[in-house]
T-cell receptor, first 112, second 115 residues
Framework: QKEVEQNSGPLSVPEGAIASLNCTYSDRVSQSFFWYRQYSGKSPELIMSIYSNGDKEDGRFTAQLNKASQYVSLLIRDSQPSDSATYLCAVKQGTNAGKSTFGDGTTLTVKP | ETGVTQSPTHLIKTRGQQVTLRCSSQSGHNTVSWYQQALGQGPQFIFQYYREEENGRGNFPPRFSGLQFPNYSSELNVNALELDDSALYLC??????????????FGPGTRLTVL
């Protein structure tokens, strides 16, 4: 079992819809959770971080964390074609983002 | 642009050779992490340098080694290259703060191909 697992994808949604990306992790002592966006041929870009159970909203993005279920998700509202990318979930035991364990990503395509 | 630069952009080597990849961290950042990203997979943590000392290492063999300089730039060295070392190598820098900070900024990566 991988330490961080994501929807195998690919995920395709129409423009304006809500895209839901899911991630589960195996290490119960994980404390920090991150979502990165990676466009094809580019490096990952941090879009959300979350540390406490519940929801965290930033613009069209909402991260949800449930430590009891070892589950973290990312919702993208009003999806745009520019959101088409691979989304990477990363977890970390402490607050040092630099030692994160990544999932293999879910590729999202938003169709106009 | 994150301000993190890496060189070279692309590199082709043959099995058994050695390679050095370079990274300049964002101004003011004192922590550098290196990741290997194989095609279709997420980045895998290789190691991290904080104030010129190795500060954690992932599941990579000793032929992967690194260095951080006083200006916080860093090098990743790989000896005895294997075909499976073909990947995108990413460097990420983090600002000072709680154990390296809560944010890391990735450079554009170096694409290494081993033939």
């Amino acid at each position: 079992q991988k330490e961080v697992e994501q929807n195998s994808g690919p995920l395709s949604v129409p423009e304006g819809a809500i895209a839901s990306l899911n991630c589960t992790y195996s290490d119960r002592v994980s404390q920090s959770f991150f979502w990165y966006r990676q466009y094809s041929g580019k490096s990952p870009e941090l879009i959300m971080s979350i540390y406490s159970n519940g929801d965290k909203e930033d613009g069209r993005f909402t991260a949800q964390l449930n430590k009891a279920s070892q589950y973290v998700s990312l919702l993208i509202r009003d999806s745009q074609p520019s959101d088409s990318a691979t989304y990477l979930c990363a977890v970390k035991q402490g607050t040092n983002a630099g030692k994160s364990t990544f999932g293999d990503g879910t590729t999202l395509t938003v169709k106009p | 642009e994150t301000g993190v630069t890496q060189s070279p952009t692309h590199l082709i080597k043959t099995r058994g050779q050695q390679v050095t990849l370079r990274c300049s961290s964002q101004s003011g950042h004192n922590t550098v992490s290196w990741y290997q990203q194989a095609l279709g997979q997420g980045p895998q943590f290789i190691f991290q340098y904080y104030r010129e000392e190795e500060n954690g290492r992932g599941n990579f063999p000793p032929r992967f080694s690194g260095l951080q300089f006083p200006n916080y730039s860093s090098e990743l060295n790989v000896n005895a290259l294997e075909l499976d070392d073909s990947a995108l190598y990413l460097c990420a820098s983090s600002p000072p703060g709680l154990a390296g900070g809560t944010t890391q900024y990735f450079g554009p990566g170096t694409r290494l191909t081993v033939l």
